[in-house]
């Protein structure tokens, strides 16, 4: 919506000027009659912090002041109220609430809006916004250049942002300020650059479908030894938490076929516990503070992975017993299994429930610990309980949803070929690669892991949103924004359960059949009369010439190697592999970085006098222009952006929301336009956005400037059938107003 409807919005400016006090601000809709799960929630920093809410519509709030050292409890500052007119609300160092007409304060509300408009176009790293971003530079383009033009460039991109938000300049501001040299201070340190640039690459928008989050895991920026030590170490514990996890399932896989329920049940406690805490102490090697932190000797950094494979060894060992009782219980253990197929749609659904739920409950208590004793996180036992219960009752569902759909494809056939007359290629070809037992485990697996990721996408969404309502220190996000994410992790999961159950369901086949190709071999130097058997069956009849020997002696070696995996009895481990566990969405404490950067605050115009011998690098030729789009449509959209440059003209596109060109000082007759894929290729049309019309003629909208500007930043968006450009904003990030 444009910044010239402003009328339309109801506004609330709320400053904490106390020195201890985090203060909450809860919004809820006014249609809400108990107000017990707030719509959203912001939180505002002590010392001088500021949030402007705005909305469209009417909304009830209140604030709440909360203490982290403990010592005080929380403290409600201002009861459950409905919005009445545009207001200023103070909260002094004594905790007392003022309030005043936000009319009589334009200089803040405009540096509030500035603020609130850079966070939207602005780029975020790890819950931040993205250091390059902040000083006006494009990470990818940046990081292409050498190491020399790297430092030219961050230090031409402080000076501008420096001078453009100087709090002595016109609605300049202090925060903004000490954001900048923030970044200026972190970018120009060759340590701290290089530790960035992994958080960055790990943070990549497509997380592991990411190249950059593989780089930063397996290869990232090194330059001290310190960091090259940490490396080495990492990948060590790496290589340890991969022969753990390969131990595991060795147990289980050599106890899962003994005659003994006592021995299953003992690989079950064993090779879960084994299992997990490799996957526990390999998350953790995987995660982003392994990759990013350095350590200064290698306890340090042993320390939290010994812990988290304790942690996990105990969930996987209470999982992995669980799930052997609850199926011992349900369909037998062992030789003494029941047959999959004898099994009632309730017995498979039990299975699955009560083993997701155990999964759930058991994952989110190591969540928690791992949280506690590794992480050094403040978790109290409310959130404890909280995370415990939403993990069961997501495992159960999860669980429940995929046993039901095992046992709808239980038992089910798939044929490796057309044909079925004896002898003919395809039917040989189904039968000496193995393609119809293949396919029936396809058809098994693939349904029952698309319906669990779908149920547990699902279920972890609305745990999300209820759990963040858990947390007194975690900003609550709107129920819109929670549906989105869902909806993308549905997608994501869906994939990811596909990709993992295609690939293990082949790896297996694959070492299947080459167990099947020893055991022909073998048989074939061992036998002189051969059973006339069919692919799946065990028929017995006369000797068959050799061509027909091959073909029965695969059949019947795929055969007894099911039957000793005991392919046809009840898989009680795939219904215990479920489990969830709530990741917080917790802004991040102050690191050391940020505590220099907060004292840079009183001396940043000493740093930027400093620089001012450089400053005519940045006046000598005229300024570059950056132009810069973001996406908030649903389909596929790029950016064309041409100019004359020495009496040529330049077209150049990019693609993604985020993406920006950057156009020589010294262009002419910049045109901009954008397209959207819906399927094919089509021009965004000309509307009207501060009069909400299509404009008439029908045509693209191209804007057009004699001269670049310093920066212009144009934002498109709209529903299925239509998308169009709603917000154009400068340098200031202010509309506009250009058609």
């Excluded at 329920?261 to 299992?275: D, E, K, L, N, R």
């Excluded at 209470?318 to 037998?332: E, N, P, Q, R």
């Excluded at 082949?506 to 036998?527: D, G, L, M, Y």
């Excluded at 973001?630 to 990019?654: A, C, N």
């Amino acid at each position: 919506m444009s910044d010239l409807a402003e009328e339309n919005y109801k506004s609330l400016l709320i400053v904490n000027e106390s020195s201890d006090a985090w203060v909450t601000l809860y919004v809820y809709p006014t249609w809400d009659p108990i107000c017990w799960l707030s719509f959203e929630s912001k939180i505002i920093n002590p010392n001088g912090g500021k949030h402007l809410h705005r909305s469209s519509k009417g909304f009830k709030f209140k604030l709440v002041a909360r203490f982290r050292d403990g010592r005080r409890s929380k403290q409600t500052l201002q009861e459950l109220k409905e919005w009445d007119e545009d207001k200023l609300l103070k909260i002094t160092s004594s905790l007392e609430l003022t309030e005043g007409k936000l009319k009589d304060f334009p200089e803040e509300k405009t540096v509030c809006l500035r603020k609130g408009r850079r966070d939207k176009e602005l780029k975020f790293t790890n819950g931040r916004r993205n250091l390059y971003e902040i000083l006006g530079l494009d990470i990818n383009q940046v990081r292409k250049m050498p190491k020399e033009d790297q430092i030219k460039a961050i230090k031409k991109g402080f000076l501008k942002e420096i001078q453009r938000w100087h709090p002595d300049k016109n609605f300049g501001d202090d925060e903004n300020a000490k954001e900048i040299i923030l970044a200026y201070e972190i970018l120009m340190d060759e340590e701290k650059r290089a530790r960035y640039h992994n958080e960055a690459d790990y943070d990549r928008t497509f997380g592991w479908l990411s190249p950059k989050r593989w780089k930063a895991v397996f290869r990232p920026e090194c330059v001290t030894e310190k960091q090259k030590e940490s490396y080495k170490h990492r990948m060590i514990m790496f290589a340890l938490s991969c022969g753990i996890i390969i131990g595991g399932i060795v147990v289980t896989v050599v106890t899962a076929g003994a005659a003994a329920p006592a021995a299953v049940a003992a690989g079950a406690i064993f090779g879960g516990g084994v299992s997990v805490a490799g996957l526990q102490s390999l998350f953790h090697t995987a995660s982003r503070k392994s990759i990013v932190d350095e350590y200064d000797n290698p306890w340090q950094q042993y320390k939290p992975w010994l812990i988290k494979a304790g942690i996990g060894f105990v969930a996987g060992a209470a999982t992995g017993g669980a799930a052997a009782g609850i199926t011992a219980g349900v369909a037998g253990l062992g030789a003494a299994a029941t047959e999959s197929a004898s099994l009632t749609m309730g017995q498979f659904v039990g299975i699955g429930a009560g083993s997701g739920a155990v999964g759930g409950v058991a994952q989110s208590l190591a969540t928690d610990a791992a949280r506690t004793f590794s992480d050094g996180e403040d978790v109290t036992w409310k959130q404890v309980l909280g995370h415990a219960a939403v993990g069961a009752a997501v495992g159960a569902a999860a669980g429940a949803a995929g046993g039901a759909v095992t046992k709808s494809v239980v038992g089910i056939e798939v044929s490796g070929a057309s044909a079925n007359i004896r002898g003919e290629i395809g039917e040989q070809l189904a039968i000496l690669t193995g393609a119809r037992r293949l396919g029936r485990i396809l058809t098994q697996r693939i349904p029952r892991a698309l319906t669990e990721k779908g149920t547990e996408a699902v279920m972890g969404s609305v745990a999300q949103f209820t759990e963040e309502r858990l947390d007194d220190f975690v900003e609550n996000r709107s129920p819109g924004k929670h549906l989105v994410e869902g909806v993308q992790n549905v997608a994501i999961n869906t994939v990811k359960g596909l990709a993992q159950e295609t690939g293990g369901a082949i790896a297996s086949h694959v070492t299947n059949e080459r167990q099947v190709a020893k055991r022909v071999k073998k048989a074939r130097s061992q036998q002189h009369i051969t059973p006339l058997i069919d692919d799946d069956t065990s028929v017995e009849g006369p000797r068959v010439d050799a061509g027909e020997n091959e073909e029965i002696t695969y059949g019947r070696v795929r055969k007894e190697l099911s039957e000793e995996n005991n392919e046809h009895r009840v898989n009680w481990r795939s219904h215990s592999k479920y489990s969830f566990s709530y990741q917080p969405l917790v802004p991040e404490e102050p690191s050391s970085d940020d505590e220099q950067g907060a004292n840079l605050s009183t001396t940043f115009e000493e740093d930027a006098e400093d620089d001012v011998r450089d400053q005519s690098e940045v006046s000598d030729t005229a300024e570059d222009c950056k132009v810069k789009y973001i996406s908030d449509g649903h389909w596929v959209s790029k950016m064309v952006v041409s100019y004359f440059l020495k009496g040529e003209r330049v077209t150049q596109e990019v693609s993604g929301s985020g993406k920006s060109v950057t156009v020589p000082g010294n262009a002419a007759q910049l045109e901009v336009k954008f397209q959207v894929m819906r399927p094919f290729w089509g021009d965004l049309k000309k509307y009207h956005r501060f009069e909400r019309r299509w404009c008439e003629p029908d045509q693209p909208h191209v804007f057009k400037f004699n001269t670049p500007p310093p920066l212009r930043t144009f934002t498109i968006s709209g529903g299925l059938w239509y998308e169009a450009v709603m917000r154009v904003s400068d340098e200031y990030h202010d509309e506009t107003g250009e058609m």
